[in-house]
């Protein structure tokens, strides 16, 4: 197979675990579903490297025993920054997905959402778990500035949301899915988002994070676009998109997010955290509450926040180089 596109500075082994995605023009957003994904409007992006495959727990424990890195879930908290906050909750932790034990109301998400002291990326659900099994699950737990970190020890960058958008789009401009404009026909198992009923009863193989590759490749030869993890993107989030260009001449190339202070939370002026755009939902994306494993859908996250469907890729650029394998 030969492909061309720019040379990476960590060298071709890299690229290899990587897609080209060549420049193109497309339909960013939707005006269709969710009211910060619109408007549509046509971007110019151009042509670079992302990872075919989220970055797994194995990935990340290399980097880890390279550099000694302590993940933000693993860091203790200064009290200082958590005014009135009970002591017994001041200590390194993560936000875990808990099943609830039947059908709740699902305008209340602290029902399935809980604080687990000790929960961290080398144990995803907290104390008691581990990494046995998963080493080429996803990694989670991570916040902005451990996945910022991971890319620059890899000679790589996060991905903007545009470019994320087009590699998750993979050639097919404005549709709904990764894989077009129909949901997931019965019986075939195109990504990984909630099958059964949400919160409580996933259906067998679903409800947790599976290994990546598990489901097909989209068009750009990439996996787990829809589904599997939220995705960390390197730009600020912003309630709404620009407006369309009004003539073609004007249509926007390598868009960035807008100012990091208008990415504040306005509902929670208590909490002054800025938030980035996260993409492509994850295996709690459940039709009947959270549509979202589609390359149109956004999120804001604050930098500071892991999860326990968290997660990130990375992208490239550089110059050209062919490559035969």
């Given at each position: 197979?030969?492909?061309?596109?720019?040379?990476?500075?960590?060298?071709?082994?890299?690229?290899?675990?990587m897609?080209?995605?060549?420049?193109?023009?497309?339909?960013?957003?939707?005006?269709?579903?969710?009211?910060?994904?619109?408007?549509?409007?046509?971007?110019?992006?151009?042509?670079?490297?992302?990872?075919?495959?989220?970055?797994?727990?194995?990935?990340f424990?290399?980097?880890?025993?390279?550099?000694?890195?302590?993940?933000?879930?693993?860091?203790?908290?200064?009290?200082?920054?958590?005014?009135?906050?009970?002591?017994?909750?001041?200590?390194?932790?993560?936000?875990?997905?808990?099943?609830?034990?039947?059908?709740?109301?699902?305008?209340?998400?602290?029902?399935?959402?809980a604080?687990?002291?000790?929960?961290?990326?080398?144990?995803?659900?907290?104390?008691?778990?581990?990494?046995?099994?998963?080493?080429?699950?996803?990694?989670?737990?991570?916040?902005?500035?451990?996945?910022?970190?991971?890319a620059?020890?890899?000679?790589?960058?996060?991905?903007?949301?545009?470019?994320?958008?087009?590699?998750?789009?993979?050639?097919?401009?404005?549709?709904?899915?990764?894989w077009?404009n129909?949901?997931?026909?019965?019986?075939?198992?195109?990504a990984?988002?909630?099958?059964?009923?949400?919160?409580?009863?996933?259906?067998?193989?679903?409800?947790r994070?599976?290994?990546?590759?598990?489901?097909p490749?989209?068009?750009?030869g990439?996996?787990?676009?829809?589904?599997?993890?939220?995705?960390?993107?390197?730009?600020w989030?912003?309630?709404?998109?620009?407006?369309?260009?009004?003539?073609?001449?004007?249509?926007?190339?390598?868009?960035r997010?807008?100012?990091?202070?208008?990415?504040?939370?306005?509902?929670?002026?208590?909490?002054?955290?800025?938030?980035?755009?996260?993409?492509?939902?994850?295996?709690l994306?459940?039709?009947?509450?959270?549509?979202?494993?589609?390359?149109?859908?956004?999120?804001?996250q604050?930098?500071d926040?892991?999860?326990?469907?968290?997660?990130?890729?990375?992208?490239?650029?550089?110059?050209?180089?062919?490559?035969?394998?």
């Amino acid at each position: 197979m030969s492909v061309a596109g720019p040379a990476p500075g960590s060298g071709s082994a890299a690229v290899a675990e990587m897609a080209w995605v060549p420049q193109a023009t497309f339909l960013m957003g939707s005006d269709a579903h969710y009211r910060e994904e619109a408007p549509a409007h046509s971007v110019t992006v151009s042509g670079f490297w992302i990872d075919r495959h989220q970055v797994t727990n194995r990935d990340f424990a290399a980097f880890v025993a390279q550099t000694g890195y302590v993940t933000v879930a693993e860091r203790p908290l200064d009290p200082a920054d958590f005014p009135g906050a009970p002591a017994e909750n001041l200590v390194p932790g993560s936000l875990v997905f808990r099943r609830t034990p039947g059908p709740v109301d699902l305008r209340h998400l602290s029902q399935w959402w809980a604080w687990a002291p000790g929960a961290c990326w080398r144990r995803p659900e907290g104390p008691g778990s581990s990494l046995d099994g998963r080493e080429r699950h996803p990694v989670v737990h991570v916040a902005y500035e451990d996945a910022e970190r991971f890319a620059a020890w890899a000679d790589k960058t996060l991905p903007t949301e545009a470019q994320w958008e087009l590699a998750a789009r993979g050639g097919l401009d404005g549709t709904t899915y990764t894989w077009g404009n129909e949901p997931e026909p019965r019986g075939e198992r195109l990504a990984n988002y909630w099958h059964g009923d949400f919160p409580w009863r996933p259906a067998p193989g679903y409800g947790r994070t599976t290994p990546v590759g598990s489901f097909p490749a989209n068009g750009s030869g990439v996996f787990d676009m829809a589904g599997n993890v939220w995705e960390w993107t390197a730009d600020w989030f912003s309630s709404r998109h620009p407006e369309p260009a009004g003539s073609p001449c004007c249509v926007p190339r390598d868009p960035r997010g807008g100012p990091e202070r208008d990415s504040l939370d306005p509902a929670q002026p208590q909490f002054e955290v800025a938030r980035k755009v996260i993409k492509g939902g994850s295996f709690l994306c459940a039709d009947s509450y959270c549509l979202r494993y589609r390359p149109a859908a956004r999120r804001p996250q604050m930098v500071d926040t892991g999860m326990s469907h968290i997660g990130f890729r990375c992208a490239l650029h550089g110059a050209m180089l062919q490559l035969t394998h």
